[in-house]
């Protein structure tokens, strides 16, 4: 499919408690890595194929409890190049391994992470405590200005 070679995965975040690395978005499958991706509200765990870079510093700066912020990540099987945005600003980019797409037909949890992939983690450390508006998927790469755009128009 489509997702597996490309995709944006974008969401208004509002986080309502303090916490760390607790994960609004986890996509998950039998690839045996713990998540294809996952995505954090303090950016410690925006994770691609089971590793990326931890970006708290760059993405807590940006963000704040109580306040709501636009995050998306993108992907490309041609660049292998992930990419995260803080409110239509690029705060990250990682390479992801040679020959790795994203595996389909696996499970989408919102608001916890998954392990093993497609079962609820029960521990309380990574829930998520907060709100999602406007949660969306495309079979794309967005780029920065559409994204900038589309910040200016929703704030």
């Known amino acids: 499919t489509e997702l597996a070679q ?36 303090t950016g410690g765990y925006n994770y691609m ?6 970006i708290e510093s760059s993405y807590t700066s940006r963000t704040s409890v109580g306040s709501w912020h636009h995050v998306c990540i ?25 020959g790795r797409r994203l595996a389909v037909g696996g499970c989408l949890l919102l608001g ?20 999602l508006y406007k949660l969306n998927f495309y079979s794309e790469v967005l780029n920065s200005t559409s994204l900038r755009t589309d910040v200016q128009i929703l704030r």
């Open 74 to 98: 993108t992907w490309q099987y041609a660049t292998r190049e992930r990419l995260l945005y803080v409110n239509g600003e690029q705060i990250d980019s990682y390479t992801t391994p040679s």
């Open 6 to 41: 490309k995709f944006s995965v974008c969401s208004w975040v509002r986080k309502l408690v303090s916490g760390s690395s607790n994960l609004w978005l986890s996509y998950g499958a039998s690839s045996g890595i713990r998540d294809e991706f996952r995505m954090s509200d």
């Open 49 to 54: 194929f089971g590793s990326g870079n931890p």
């Open 112 to 131: 916890n992470d998954q392990y093993p992939a497609c079962t609820v983690d029960t521990s309380t450390s990574e829930v998520f405590g907060g709100e």
